[in-house]
């Protein structure tokens, strides 16, 4: 069974930074397919931040690209997150998609940006 786990979240000041990792357990780097970052502030969807797939690839949504970047090694992924603004506030979840289809998500860290 896949267990995810995030950390690195926090309450940070306009402009500032920060670094949230996630680590997979119970299954090989080899068979995670994709690992992404997603995530939901109040009264919205959950939506896709950035993802790795197998072999590099890593694409970010609009909203966030030229300021966060997301590393990939072996089971871990990380994102730095710069130039932080109060729009990033949100709970950050973990996904990792597995070779053979699975799907599993972590528990989420809060990230709250305000002055």
């Known amino acids: 069974q896949v267990h995810i786990v995030e950390s690195g979240g926090g309450l940070v000041q306009p402009g500032e930074s920060l670094r949230l990792s996630c680590a997979a357990s119970?299954?090989?780097?080899?068979?995670?397919?994709?690992m992404a970052w997603y995530r939901q502030a109040p009264g919205s969807q959950r939506e896709l931040v950035a993802s790795?797939?197998?072999?590099?690839y890593t694409t970010y949504s609009d909203a966030v690209k030229g300021r966060f970047t997301m590393v990939r090694d072996n089971s871990r992924a990380y994102l730095h997150m710069y130039n932080l603004k109060p729009e990033d506030t949100a709970v950050y979840y973990c996904?990792?998609?597995?070779?053979?289809?699975?799907?599993?998500w972590g528990q989420g860290t809060q990230v709250t940006v305000s002055s």
């Open positions: 996904y990792v998609e597995g070779s053979l289809g699975t799907r599993d």
């Open positions: 119970g299954i090989g780097g080899s068979m995670l397919y994709i």
């Open positions: 790795v797939v197998r072999g590099g």
